[in-house]
């Protein structure tokens, strides 16, 4: 398989892409800070949100070796997309059964959601930036901005 060459993300998307890492994951957290539940929900969220992130990392990272020819054995592939499942459903269900406002509910689903979207994309990023080749310099930074 021919390996295509890899484009330079832009700054503006790398930016973005951290942005919406850290606003998902922030409010999630500042969520769960300010949450009237018991420590052992906040801990069953928390983990979730965690077990998620790697989950996605994970299966964008393995999609990925399988687009360039890198071998990702058809166990491991399988379970990054059943981690990514488990850890969605176990949100849904969690949300589903809590003691929460609906606007509640909805506000972790999609914190929850963002994070791990763009935990893809920055992952994507990094590994885009790293397959390019081309450093860093004061003309790429001119032509992405």
Not at 9 to 18: E, I, L, Q
Not at 43 to 67: C, E, N, P, W
């Amino acid at each position: 398989m021919a390996k295509l060459p890899v484009q330079r993300p832009t700054a503006a998307f790398v930016g973005a892409s951290w942005l919406a890492l850290a606003i998902g994951t922030a409010t999630y957290m500042i969520g769960l800070w300010n949450a009237q539940m018991l420590l052992n929900e906040k801990g069953y969220y928390f983990t979730i949100l965690l077990y998620g992130l790697f989950a996605a990392v994970s299966l964008q990272k393995s999609v990925r070796d399988r687009m360039e020819g890198i071998p990702v054995t058809g166990m491991y592939f399988g379970l990054c997309w059943v981690s990514v499942m488990v850890a969605l459903g176990l949100l849904g269900v969690g949300l589903w059964n809590a003691t929460l406002a609906d606007s509640e509910k909805g506000f972790y689903g999609m914190s929850f959601v963002l994070s791990l979207f763009a935990a893809v994309a920055v992952q994507k990023n990094v590994r885009d930036i790293a397959s390019s080749g081309a450093p860093e310099t004061d003309e790429y930074k001119q032509q992405s901005n």
